[in-house]
């Protein structure tokens, strides 16, 4: 990731600075510049993903692996409203609700298992991991929705692409950020990976905010990028083995208004859910 210029900080302002009305502009509107991610097409997805370790697929490629228009999906929305908050933040916040669905996935099957504690080691996550967290299953309506085995199908396929066919364990995160204390951040621990073999984050919706930076970082080395998804329905998926992630905090878009990013990330993993016993 490049580093900030020298516009950036660094300069001595002029002794007696003079604004006409296009600086004000330029001013009012620099905080809401966005880099756009490096989409990419259908058809070298998954070349690319296995190339460098991420790639990002947009929401006219998402709707066209899935065969549905984007109308489909807007009948997902109603069930981000629903979600109950996150009891397990250490940092005391509130800005954080979820759901939480674990599957098998082999070829075309779905199998949902039964509800199940998310689990993390603390070697991935160094600020919620070793802890078993209790959240509120998936609404049965949104996990029997047309498209939601399709989506978890389609990224089951992604991963036996990147690390060969095979049975995948699956789990569905349904997240919304939220600006209640002024600041909501989606991944409160930082860079990290999360122990399994493909993960996608999906925006759902983005409504009155700023923020929320995706950077993506080889794990071995210096290299990476950073960009914003902007589009409902576009994805990014990251070999875990191979890259760290995060997202910089939200913060609404008004002083005094407020806004939520949503997003639904899932994991694949072929050895297992991840547990205390594993």
């Given at each position: 990731?490049?580093g900030?210029g020298?516009?950036?900080g660094?300069?001595?302002?002029?002794?007696?600075?003079?604004?006409?009305a296009?600086h004000?502009?330029?001013r009012?509107?620099?905080h809401?510049?966005?880099?756009?991610?490096p989409?990419?097409?259908?058809?070298e997805?998954?070349?690319?993903l296995?190339?460098?370790?991420f790639?990002v697929?947009?929401?006219a490629?998402a709707?066209?692996?899935l065969g549905a228009?984007?109308a489909?999906?807007?009948d997902w929305?109603?069930?981000?409203?629903?979600?109950?908050?996150?009891?397990?933040?250490k940092?005391?916040?509130r800005?954080?609700?979820?759901r939480?669905g674990?599957?098998i996935v082999d070829?075309?099957?779905?199998?949902p298992q039964?509800?199940r504690a998310?689990?993390?080691p603390?070697e991935y996550?160094?600020?919620h991991g070793?802890?078993e967290?209790?959240f509120?299953?998936?609404?049965?309506?949104l996990?029997?929705h047309p498209l939601w085995?399709?989506?978890l199908v389609?990224?089951?396929?992604r991963?036996?692409?990147l690390?060969g066919?095979?049975?995948?364990f699956?789990?569905?995160h349904v997240?919304?950020?939220?600006?209640?204390?002024?600041?909501?951040?989606p991944?409160?621990e930082?860079a990290?990976r999360?122990g399994?073999d493909?993960?996608?984050?999906?925006l759902?919706?983005?409504?009155?905010?700023?923020?929320a930076?995706?950077r993506v970082f080889?794990a071995?080395?210096r290299?990476?990028?950073?960009f914003t998804l902007?589009?409902?329905?576009?994805?990014l998926w990251?070999?875990?083995?191979r890259?760290?992630?995060?997202s910089?905090p939200?913060?609404p878009?008004?002083?005094?208004?407020?806004g939520?990013r949503?997003?639904?990330?899932?994991?694949y993993r072929?050895?297992g859910?991840q547990?205390p016993e594993?």
């Amino acid at each position: 990731l490049a580093g900030p210029g020298p516009a950036c900080g660094g300069r001595r302002a002029a002794a007696t600075p003079t604004l006409d009305a296009r600086h004000l502009v330029s001013r009012a509107t620099i905080h809401v510049m966005l880099l756009s991610p490096p989409l990419t097409a259908p058809a070298e997805f998954d070349g690319v993903l296995a190339a460098q370790g991420f790639a990002v697929l947009g929401a006219a490629g998402a709707t066209g692996w899935l065969g549905a228009p984007a109308a489909e999906w807007a009948d997902w929305l109603p069930f981000w409203d629903r979600l109950p908050p996150d009891a397990y933040l250490k940092d005391g916040g509130r800005y954080r609700r979820r759901r939480h669905g674990c599957y098998i996935v082999d070829g075309d099957a779905v199998t949902p298992q039964p509800h199940r504690a998310h689990w993390q080691p603390v070697e991935y996550n160094a600020l919620h991991g070793g802890i078993e967290r209790h959240f509120e299953p998936v609404e049965p309506a949104l996990a029997s929705h047309p498209l939601w085995n399709r989506w978890l199908v389609l990224g089951a396929a992604r991963a036996s692409a990147l690390k060969g066919v095979q049975p995948w364990f699956v789990e569905a995160h349904v997240f919304r950020i939220d600006t209640t204390d002024g600041i909501g951040r989606p991944t409160p621990e930082g860079a990290h990976r999360d122990g399994v073999d493909l993960v996608s984050v999906t925006l759902v919706s983005r409504e009155g905010v700023k923020g929320a930076e995706t950077r993506v970082f080889a794990a071995q080395g210096r290299e990476g990028q950073r960009f914003t998804l902007t589009e409902p329905w576009s994805t990014l998926w990251l070999d875990d083995e191979r890259v760290v992630h995060e997202s910089t905090p939200i913060q609404p878009l008004q002083p005094a208004g407020a806004g939520h990013r949503d997003t639904l990330v899932v994991t694949y993993r072929a050895a297992g859910f991840q547990g205390p016993e594993a």
